[in-house]
């Protein structure tokens, strides 16, 4: 990708949002907001576009009023700010990530041999220092998820692996709990954490 | 897994192979096939079935062939060779690796903007060394892909990665193309080329 002139920030500390962008040929920098989350909403697409939008804003602000303009001196020159928020949702809950061992069984259990769904919601928050224009865009993608049946043996030594605790719903889809997971329908990367394919279009749109 | 007196060879070169089944847990080593492939079928799903099946039964042959039984003395001691194959098809044509430039353009561009298959067959051969029994297993797995629109020049940047070559359809969905795929519908890993859920329930079944 051209990154000439423009600056993009990734607003997430998670290491696979950072890994997928950069697979995608993206030169960027991480800066993780600390705003506090507030939500809002209920629905889980809701949800993940207001937390996306929060982590975006924060980290944008606090750049836009950092910068030293006097250097920009080129045209287009551009900031970026992707925010992103992923949680599971089954039977109408929302999981975020488990506290403990216990959760996790719960999570896992409540997943398996059945359908759930995935939703990661992106915020683009884009100032142009040349037009002075500052676009905002944010939208969400969601895949469906199929697990095979899991007994507690295989549930347990998943959650043994340690890949469970600072993921929504209590998996990693692209760990070893791979081979639970029967099918998707949607993005896969949606579910690892960042739907990239849609970021690039949409990002594609904006530049 | 529990790998005590279970021997599992897998008979294919493929990097990603390799590391998808590592990454479920398994212990093995590579051996690969060296056997002359002959096609007899047409249709994709019958074509990745025959072709996984002629690679692993001709490295569990050649295995068999060479053991020294006298080693084995364990009870239930078993090998297990696992053979594959994949494909791209599109408008019922299939599509394998690209000789070159223009024939990765060609598939690249024949793929763009709608939806193809991914086939991958697996054979198990499994010999038990106790009961003297082998057990011959195939399945294939289909994996829908839908591609975003690409331009010339997006088709030209991929391929100049050199991603492209060793890869059936043109493309690897695991690396910088995956800004390209708008969903899946099925195994992502099967598109990888090792559908490792299904390759565990299997196994699973077999031992």
């Not at 043996?153 to 998996?171: F, L, M, P, R, S």
Request: charged share 30%.
């Amino acid at each position: 990708m051209d990154n000439k002139n423009k600056k993009i920030i990734l607003a997430s500390a998670s290491p696979r949002r950072k890994e997928l962008l950069k697979q995608a040929g993206y030169d960027f920098d991480v800066i993780v907001s600390n705003v506090e989350e507030v939500i809002t909403k209920s629905l889980p697409w809701e949800v993940v576009e207001e937390l996306a939008y929060q982590k975006a804003k924060d980290v944008f602000r606090r750049l836009l009023s950092e910068i030293d303009y006097s250097f920009i001196n080129e045209d287009d020159y551009t900031l970026t700010v992707i925010g992103a928020d992923t949680v599971v949702s089954v039977d109408d809950k929302i999981l975020g990530k488990p506290a403990d061992k216990n959760e996790a069984y719960e999570m896992i259990h409540s997943l398996q041999n059945k359908t759930h769904q995935v939703y990661t919601g992106i915020a683009i928050l884009d100032y142009n220092f040349s037009t002075r224009k500052t676009v905002e865009k944010y939208f969400y993608e969601k895949t469906d998820v199929t697990l095979f049946p899991m007994t507690s043996e295989e549930i347990y030594d998943y959650i043994d692996t340690g890949d469970c605790y600072d993921k929504a719903g209590a998996y990693g889809i692209q760990g070893q709990f791979a081979i639970f997971v029967r099918e998707i329908q949607g993005d896969y990367n949606n579910v690892v954490g960042l739907p990239i394919a849609r970021l690039y279009q949409e990002l594609k749109k904006i530049h």
